[in-house]
């Protein structure tokens, strides 16, 4: 498959802030991609140089293979849904979304014919009328993806699209977005800070951090195997273990990450069986979750621990000193240093 | 590609010559044309004029400005603080009851309604509001009339004949020079401080009087301090724009001189420029301590 | 919402201040029609609609109309031009000494108005220009700038930024985003800026007259006729026009940047 989009060892500086930091990053062509990480790591930035509206301080960049430095962003072919929408609130929904077919000389009734298809597309198709004003919010969503999508670009830009919409919502259009970015085989690079959004959607994430990347990969990948702390700490529930605890599991002395799910619980001075790895703890908390339960344990060097059992298990409450037990390849070693 | 197109690219590719373009014909205008005008002139303080001659004679010295501390002199400026601090003072009064009203008990059409009363008086004419004072001050004119009428005549008398403020009639007198610069700044007065109190939240007063404030004591210790920020923007207006005016004490009041008075006559007839630009080095170094002083109290907040 | 009325004293000073802004300006209307012309004396000793007629037939009052038109009209296309570059630079750019440079461009109306035209003035002695209706429009287009300048800057920073980053991610050069995006943004603030300027233009006297040497504009002439009073009530007549004129741009700027307002408030 063609690459999509290309840096090379691209930097952005703002005065002394290196808003983006010797990034080399390929995307596929026709891949959902997720740049995820906290506010300020770098992501939008990221996002602002593929649609142009910055420009790198020094690196090389490509979309599908061309050279994209100094071109201005109305003659890329990409477009971008913007995190307010920045919709036109002086055009009707229609002329909002035939805006960039008008601005290439595209006359009216052709405009309008595919202005409406694209609508259409979105489920929107009778409110070309209306004015933006008159749109809740998820039907702005909408309609900003029309006005993207009928310019048919080779790659699409989404900057935290579902932030402004209530959870209902958002549920609602990762789903449809997702089916819409399979229909129509265009790349999606797809920028937010939720987690969950990024690992349900992505075909692969990039996980942000100060202006760098510190790790690329599957939903699977970033999940089961994060390479550093950052990304463990960042991405989720994970247990993250010190270097100290790895080397008394027989590891190397690095960051290492646990599931909270690959974890069972014995009675105290129980002995793990075969395979699996052990370790004395005293329970703080227990959360009682339904299906679940969650515990909050920490073992005798101070190491926080949580593990997450079926509550039918659930004999243990606080205050009981117990054992915790896990298959050895179940306790991830990363490499990274950090 | 179309030319427009490719001045568009050029300009995407140099963002800070769009910059330049956009900026240099407003600053050419104000940063070099007036405020070079603007130094020039006031540069001219540190001159003198040749008393013989009646020539400028351009060495330095600060004999200029040591003449604005002659009595003659002294006193116009004397004068002027008096009558912006007088006129700022009763701007405060007439303001703030309207101001208050408006901003607590107009609602919806009555709030635009007031505001449009403000503001038609605001932005009418200058002259025909000055000259409505001179119908209205003028010796047979309405007040007198009205006096008359009311035999109240005996009162305006004793108004005039009271030394300084007093004078033949209201129109040649402090008395209607004042009233004339109050009518006139009154608005730039109310907008602020009706501003100033719209934030006041109605939770606080009711607040205040749960807590056993009586009404003044409400006033005084939460509506009024809370309004004063407000006050004291619209006071910038009333006092910067009293001390600069000299076409009001012109057409209504006695022939005593205010600084804008002197700084046109000295300009003008007189052709002593250096001491024009000394004067007017005066309401600048007035307006920038209060307005250093309005700033640590809040009043830019409220503009 | 508070149920219990306003406090009787409250209402009464309200009303006292709303009547001592509005009747000197009606007094106006009524001395129009007077018969008496030497002085002004009130009630008036007879009412006629002659003024009307007699200002219509004075040349030196359709001259100075004229000039003031003129003066106005060109100041208020420059004060555009300028205010808007002024605005579109200091909302979109960040750059060194912006702060400074945002104070310079109100500067002229927060100095009082004999500092400008006193420095105006001793600026022409001294390059020798001689004063000519484009001295006074010199003057009138520095502080009718800030007005333009204000205007669109409020507007500018009400509107997203984003607005001009989608235009062109949507295939607009600088030159189509800024007629079909930016242009509809800004029009109602470049209209009410545009009318206050003129307005205020129309009614200045203090920098004029440092500005203007023998030519009358229509303020100038009112202030010599306040100095040296002739036909009195031919100035009310006079009053009245300028009051229209001034009031309706007022007005009509009021309503739009309301208006703009209103929208930009729904947009988001």
């Given at each position: 498959?063609?690459?999509?989009?290309?840096?090379?060892?691209?930097?952005?500086?703002?005065?002394?802030?290196?808003?983006?930091?010797?990034?080399?990053?390929?995307?596929?062509?026709?891949?959902?991609?997720?740049?995820?990480?906290?506010?300020?790591?770098?992501?939008?930035?990221?996002?602002?140089?593929?649609?142009?509206?910055?420009?790198?301080?020094?690196?090389?960049?490509?979309?599908?293979?061309?050279?994209?430095?100094?071109?201005?962003?109305?003659?890329?072919?990409v477009?971008?849904?913007?995190?307010?929408?920045?919709?036109?609130?002086?055009?009707?929904?229609?002329?909002?979304?035939a805006y960039?077919?008008?601005?290439?000389?595209?006359?009216?009734?052709?405009?309008?014919r595919?202005?409406?298809?694209?609508?259409?597309?979105?489920?929107?198709?009778?409110?070309?009328?209306r004015?933006?004003?008159?749109?809740?919010?998820?039907?702005?969503q909408?309609?900003?993806?029309?006005?993207?999508?009928?310019?048919?670009?080779?790659?699409?830009?989404?900057?935290?699209?579902?932030?402004?919409?209530?959870?209902?919502?958002?549920?609602?259009?990762?789903?449809?977005?997702?089916?819409?970015q399979?229909?129509?085989?265009?790349?999606?690079?797809?920028?937010?800070?939720?987690?969950?959004?990024?690992?349900?959607?992505?075909?692969?994430?990039?996980?942000?951090?100060?202006?760098?990347?510190?790790?690329?990969?599957?939903?699977?990948?970033?999940?089961?195997?994060?390479?550093?702390?950052?990304?463990?700490?960042?991405?989720?529930?994970?247990?993250v273990?010190?270097?100290?605890?790895?080397?008394?599991?027989?590891?190397?002395?690095?960051?290492?990450?646990?599931?909270?799910?690959?974890?069972?619980?014995?009675?105290?001075?129980?002995?793990?069986?075969?395979?699996?790895?052990?370790?004395?703890?005293?329970?703080?908390?227990?959360?009682?979750?339904?299906?679940?339960?969650?515990?909050?344990?920490?073992?005798?060097?101070?190491?926080?621990?949580?593990?997450?059992?079926?509550s039918?298990?659930?004999k243990?409450?606080?205050?009981d000193?117990?054992?915790?037990?896990?298959?050895?390849?179940?306790?991830?070693?990363?490499?990274?240093?950090? | 590609?179309?030319?427009?197109?490719?001045?568009?690219?050029?300009?995407?590719?140099?963002?800070?010559?769009?910059?330049?373009?956009?900026?240099?014909?407003?600053?050419?205008?104000?940063?070099?044309?007036?405020?070079?005008?603007?130094?020039?002139?006031?540069?001219?303080?540190?001159?003198?004029?040749?008393?013989?001659?009646?020539?400028?004679?351009?060495?330095?010295?600060?004999?200029?400005?040591?003449?604005?501390?002659?009595?003659?002199?002294?006193?116009?400026?004397?004068?002027?603080?008096?009558?912006?601090?007088?006129?700022?003072?009763?701007?405060?009064?007439?303001?703030?009851?309207?101001?208050?009203?408006?901003?607590?008990?107009?609602?919806?059409?009555?709030?635009?309604?007031?505001?449009?009363?403000?503001?038609?008086?605001?932005?009418?004419?200058?002259?025909?509001?000055v000259?409505?004072?001179?119908?209205?001050?003028?010796?047979?004119?309405?007040?007198?009339w009205?006096?008359?009428?009311?035999?109240?005549?005996?009162?305006?008398?004793?108004?005039?004949?009271?030394?300084?403020?007093?004078?033949?009639?209201?129109?040649?007198s402090?008395?209607?020079?004042?009233?004339?610069?109050?009518?006139?700044?009154?608005?730039?007065?109310?907008l602020?401080?009706?501003?100033?109190?719209?934030?006041?939240?109605v939770?606080?007063?009711?607040?205040?009087s749960?807590?056993?404030?009586t009404?003044?004591?409400?006033?005084?210790?939460?509506?009024?301090p809370?309004?004063?920020?407000?006050?004291?923007?619209?006071?910038?207006?009333?006092?910067?724009?009293?001390?600069?005016?000299?076409?009001?004490?012109?057409?209504?009041?006695?022939?005593?001189?205010?600084?804008?008075?002197?700084?046109?006559?000295?300009?003008?007839?007189?052709?002593?420029?250096?001491?024009?630009?000394?004067?007017?080095?005066?309401?600048?170094?007035?307006?920038?301590?209060?307005?250093?002083?309005a700033?640590r109290?809040?009043?830019?907040?409220?503009? | 919402?508070?149920?219990?009325?306003?406090?009787?004293?409250?209402?009464?000073?309200?009303?006292?201040?709303?009547?001592?802004?509005?009747?000197?300006?009606?007094?106006?209307?009524?001395y129009?029609?007077?018969?008496?012309?030497?002085?002004?004396?009130?009630?008036?000793?007879?009412?006629?609609?002659?003024?009307?007629?007699?200002?219509?037939?004075?040349?030196?009052?359709?001259?100075?109309?004229?000039?003031s038109?003129?003066?106005?009209?060109?100041?208020?296309?420059?004060?555009?031009?300028?205010?808007?570059c002024?605005?579109?630079?200091?909302?979109?750019?960040?750059?060194?000494?912006?702060?400074?440079?945002?104070?310079?461009?109100?500067?002229?109306i927060?100095?009082?108005?004999?500092?400008?035209?006193?420095?105006?003035?001793?600026?022409?002695?001294?390059?020798?220009?001689?004063?000519?209706t484009w001295t006074?429009?010199?003057g009138?287009t520095?502080?009718?700038?800030?007005?333009?300048?204000?205007?669109?800057?409020?507007?500018?920073?009400?509107?997203?930024?984003?607005?001009?980053?989608?235009?062109?991610?949507?295939?607009?050069?600088?030159?189509?985003?800024?007629r079909?995006?930016?242009?509809?943004?800004?029009a109602?603030?470049?209209?009410?800026?545009?009318?206050?300027?003129?307005?205020?233009?129309?009614?200045?006297v203090?920098?004029?007259?440092?500005?203007?040497g023998?030519?009358?504009?229509?303020?100038?002439?009112?202030?010599?006729?306040?100095?040296?009073?002739?036909?009195?009530?031919?100035?009310?007549?006079?009053?009245?026009?300028?009051?229209?004129?001034?009031?309706?741009?007022?007005l009509?700027?009021y309503?739009?940047?309301?208006?703009?307002?209103?929208?930009?408030?729904a947009?988001?």
């Amino acid at each position: 498959m063609a690459t999509a989009v290309s840096f090379q060892k691209i930097s952005r500086y703002f005065g002394p802030v290196r808003a983006v930091d010797d990034v080399t990053l390929d995307i596929a062509e026709g891949e959902f991609f997720a740049m995820l990480g906290p506010s300020g790591s770098g992501k939008t930035t990221c996002l602002r140089l593929i649609a142009g509206f910055e420009q790198p301080t020094s690196g090389h960049m490509e979309i599908f293979g061309v050279t994209s430095e100094g071109v201005p962003p109305y003659q890329r072919n990409v477009n971008t849904v913007f995190q307010d929408y920045a919709l036109f609130p002086h055009m009707t929904v229609l002329d909002n979304v035939a805006y960039g077919l008008m601005v290439k000389g595209i006359d009216k009734p052709t405009r309008h014919r595919k202005a409406l298809e694209a609508l259409t597309l979105v489920a929107l198709g009778s409110f070309g009328s209306r004015r933006p004003s008159q749109l809740s919010g998820g039907q702005r969503q909408r309609v900003a993806l029309a006005r993207a999508l009928v310019n048919e670009p080779k790659v699409l830009l989404l900057d935290e699209p579902l932030g402004a919409l209530d959870l209902k919502l958002r549920e609602q259009m990762q789903v449809e977005l997702k089916a819409l970015q399979r229909n129509l085989g265009i790349t999606f690079v797809f920028v937010t800070h939720d987690q969950g959004e990024a690992l349900s959607m992505a075909d692969r994430v990039a996980i942000f951090n100060d202006g760098r990347i510190v790790q690329v990969g599957s939903p699977e990948d970033i999940y089961e195997r994060p390479n550093t702390k950052f990304v463990a700490d960042f991405v989720g529930s994970s247990n993250v273990l010190s270097p100290a605890f790895s080397k008394a599991a027989g590891g190397p002395e690095k960051w290492a990450s646990l599931r909270p799910e690959k974890i069972g619980i014995l009675p105290a001075r129980a002995k793990p069986s075969p395979g699996q790895q052990g370790a004395s703890a005293k329970i703080i908390a227990a959360h009682y979750q339904g299906s679940v339960t969650r515990f909050n344990t920490r073992t005798a060097n101070g190491e926080v621990i949580n593990v997450t059992v079926p509550s039918s298990l659930g004999k243990f409450a606080e205050g009981d000193e117990i054992m915790l037990h896990w298959p050895k390849e179940a306790l991830h070693i990363m490499a990274g240093e950090a | 590609m179309s030319f427009s197109r490719s001045v568009s690219n050029t300009l995407f590719r140099h963002p800070n010559w769009f910059l330049v373009i956009l900026l240099a014909p407003p600053l050419l205008w104000l940063g070099v044309a007036y405020l070079g005008s603007l130094s020039v002139f006031l540069f001219h303080a540190f001159f003198s004029i040749d008393e013989f001659s009646g020539f400028i004679k351009y060495e330095l010295t600060l004999a200029t400005f040591a003449e604005l501390f002659r009595l003659s002199n002294f006193d116009v400026i004397i004068r002027s603080l008096v009558m912006a601090t007088a006129v700022t003072l009763a701007s405060v009064v007439i303001a703030f009851p309207f101001a208050y009203f408006a901003a607590r008990y107009a609602r919806g059409k009555w709030k635009a309604l007031f505001y449009i009363l403000v503001m038609l008086p605001l932005w009418s004419s200058y002259l025909v509001k000055v000259y409505a004072w001179k119908l209205i001050l003028a010796k047979e004119g309405i007040i007198s009339w009205l006096a008359g009428e009311l035999h109240l005549t005996w009162a305006l008398d004793a108004l005039l004949a009271i030394p300084v403020i007093g004078g033949p009639s209201l129109s040649i007198s402090f008395l209607g020079t004042f009233l004339v610069f109050v009518y006139v700044w009154l608005p730039f007065m109310i907008l602020p401080t009706q501003a100033a109190l719209e934030r006041v939240p109605v939770s606080f007063i009711d607040a205040s009087s749960d807590l056993g404030g009586t009404p003044a004591q409400t006033f005084r210790h939460v509506i009024f301090p809370l309004a004063l920020p407000g006050i004291i923007a619209g006071s910038i207006f009333t006092f910067s724009l009293t001390l600069g005016d000299y076409i009001i004490p012109q057409i209504i009041g006695n022939s005593s001189y205010f600084l804008g008075q002197a700084v046109y006559s000295l300009q003008g007839t007189a052709g002593n420029i250096p001491l024009a630009a000394a004067f007017t080095v005066v309401p600048i170094v007035i307006m920038g301590f209060y307005l250093a002083i309005a700033k640590r109290m809040g009043a830019f907040d409220a503009l | 919402m508070r149920s219990e009325g306003s406090p009787l004293l409250l209402k009464i000073a309200a009303l006292a201040c709303v009547a001592f802004l509005h009747v000197p300006l009606l007094l106006i209307f009524l001395y129009a029609f007077t018969t008496e012309e030497k002085s002004f004396q009130f009630p008036p000793p007879g009412y006629t609609t002659k003024w009307f007629g007699v200002v219509w037939e004075r040349q030196d009052i359709w001259d100075a109309i004229g000039l003031s038109v003129k003066v106005a009209g060109i100041a208020t296309v420059l004060a555009l031009i300028l205010g808007t570059c002024a605005a579109a630079a200091i909302s979109r750019a960040k750059f060194f000494g912006r702060d400074h440079i945002s104070l310079l461009f109100i500067l002229p109306i927060a100095l009082p108005g004999i500092v400008t035209g006193i420095a105006l003035r001793s600026t022409f002695g001294i390059m020798d220009i001689p004063f000519s209706t484009w001295t006074i429009v010199l003057g009138h287009t520095t502080f009718c700038m800030v007005v333009v300048y204000n205007n669109v800057l409020a507007r500018f920073r009400r509107t997203s930024g984003s607005m001009i980053e989608a235009s062109m991610d949507l295939g607009a050069d600088g030159f189509q985003t800024f007629r079909y995006v930016v242009l509809p943004q800004i029009a109602s603030a470049l209209l009410a800026g545009g009318m206050l300027a003129f307005a205020l233009s129309f009614d200045e006297v203090i920098v004029t007259t440092f500005t203007a040497g023998q030519q009358s504009t229509l303020p100038i002439w009112m202030l010599n006729e306040l100095i040296r009073p002739r036909q009195r009530p031919i100035t009310n007549v006079v009053a009245i026009f300028v009051i229209a004129v001034t009031f309706i741009p007022i007005l009509a700027a009021y309503y739009l940047t309301r208006e703009g307002e209103h929208t930009a408030g729904a947009g988001k």
